[in-house]
């Protein structure tokens, strides 16, 4: 809809991620001439100049600087404009950011130039904040972080699985992990999220390739035995949780059979979902400039050939739901009208219900399966709704 001030958070991590950026501000300015256009997000903080070159765009701010936000914004409003704004509504899933930055430099990352190190919050001010979101009706309360399994690291006060540890203490209904990076996920760790009672059996666990000489190249540090044995660790651990990765395609200098390899080996893991990215070179990184990077059309086939295994994975992992039943917390309706929302494994669920039913974890029984996607008739007399 048309509005007054348009805040764009942009990400930089792929060329595709600058141009959706680009045509995001691009179409605000079109769409409201008069209004105030706010750019932050890591393509402010990489090319500050382009983006304030955009039509339309009333003020840039670095990742450096979005504390400053609420300042910057009032110098475009009228004090009683402010004044008139209502509260943010409650969230039924709320994403805290606890942690940013990363030291790690993958050949193709240009996350720690625009990040910087790690920087974690105060546990405190976690543990605060948590109450707050579950108080104000968040149901699922999502911990995020650029690198999440440093949390702490750089304070040298908790870790991530101290901070789960205190966590327990907080009455939120369900917290879920963003993504862990395999070199992170300690013992230590483990043992505490399989264990937690209200964190979710979902992990994400980026694998980027699966063939050795590409994770030697993209600066990884780790082997497709490394990560298969941590895998292991997991599925002894926490045998209920589905596991979720990234999977980066055409990296400089990937052959075909590099490439299979990688398939092969997420289909013998058994992933639930493959998030897919091709390569995209960014200034700055390491593999940048590389003359053996995969021509596009290779790109765009490899990506959609590992799209398509992702979706079987997805399906062969939902069907196993079909006929039992799960706790499925509803966000909203979709498309089709129907009530969806996530289950504590990560998978989404598409039911007929009533409005009162959002934001309530609700137990249904799927009855099939649709591209990845589980689709139930849930009967009244199977059906525990609970106002959490």
């Known amino acids: 809809e048309p509005a007054e001030v348009y805040i764009i958070n942009t990400c930089t991590v792929t060329a595709t991620a600058d141009a959706k950026a680009r045509k995001f501000i691009r179409r605000f300015a079109r769409r409201s001439p008069d209004a105030t256009i706010v750019v932050t997000g890591c393509l402010a903080q990489r090319d500050p100049d382009g983006v304030a070159a955009l039509p339309g765009v009333d003020a840039v701010i670095p990742n450096t600087r979005k504390w400053e936000m609420a300042d910057i914004l009032a110098k475009f409003r009228s004090p009683d404009e402010a004044a008139a704004s209502p509260p943010a509504p409650a969230r039924t899933r709320a994403f805290l950011k606890i942690q940013d930055g990363c030291d790690h430099r993958c050949a193709y990352c240009i996350i720690p130039h625009v990040r910087g190190r790690p920087a974690s919050r105060p546990v405190g001010q976690v543990l605060a904040e948590v109450r707050r979101l579950a108080d104000g009706g968040g149901q699922e309360i999502v911990l995020c972080g650029i690198r999440l399994g440093a949390f702490g690291r750089d304070r040298g006060d908790a870790s991530l699985a101290q901070l789960l540890r205190s966590l327990r203490e907080v009455p939120a209904s369900r917290l879920r992990l963003s993504s862990i990076e395999p070199m992170d996920l300690s013992d230590d760790l483990l043992d505490e999220i399989a264990d937690h009672p209200t964190l979710c059996p979902h992990l994400h666990l980026p694998l980027q390739s699966g063939d050795n000489d590409v994770l030697a190249a993209m600066g990884r540090g780790y082997t497709g035995a490394d990560f298969a044995a941590l895998v292991e660790r997991v599925r002894r651990a926490w045998p209920d949780a589905a596991l979720t990765t990234d999977v980066m395609v055409g990296f400089p200098g990937e052959t075909e059979e590099q490439f299979d390899h990688t398939c092969d080996f997420a289909r013998e893991v058994g992933f639930t979902r493959l998030h897919v990215f091709p390569y995209s070179s960014r200034p700055g990184t390491a593999a940048v400039g590389r003359p053996?990077?995969?021509?596009?059309?290779?790109?765009?086939?490899?990506?959609?050939?590992?799209?398509?295994?992702?979706?079987?994975?997805?399906?062969?992992?939902?069907?196993?739901?079909?006929?039992?039943?799960?706790?499925?917390?509803?966000?909203?309706?979709?498309?089709?009208?129907?009530?969806?929302?996530?289950?504590?494994?990560?998978?989404?669920?598409?039911?007929?219900?009533?409005?009162?039913?959002?934001?309530?974890?609700?137990?249904?029984?799927?009855?099939?399966?649709?591209?990845?996607?589980?689709?139930?008739?849930?009967?009244?007399?199977?059906?525990?709704?609970?106002?959490?």
């Open 292 to 388: 053996d990077e995969a021509p596009p059309p290779v790109k765009r086939r490899r990506a959609q050939r590992m799209l398509a295994l992702g979706q079987d994975l997805a399906a062969a992992a939902a069907r196993q739901w079909i006929g039992r039943e799960v706790e499925v917390l509803f966000e909203e309706r979709d498309r089709a009208g129907l009530l969806t929302g996530l289950t504590p494994h990560y998978h989404r669920v598409h039911a007929r219900g009533p409005d009162d039913w959002i934001g309530c974890v609700v137990q249904v029984t799927p009855a099939g399966e649709e591209s990845g996607d589980l689709y139930t008739d849930p009967q009244d007399e199977h059906t525990d709704v609970r106002h959490l």
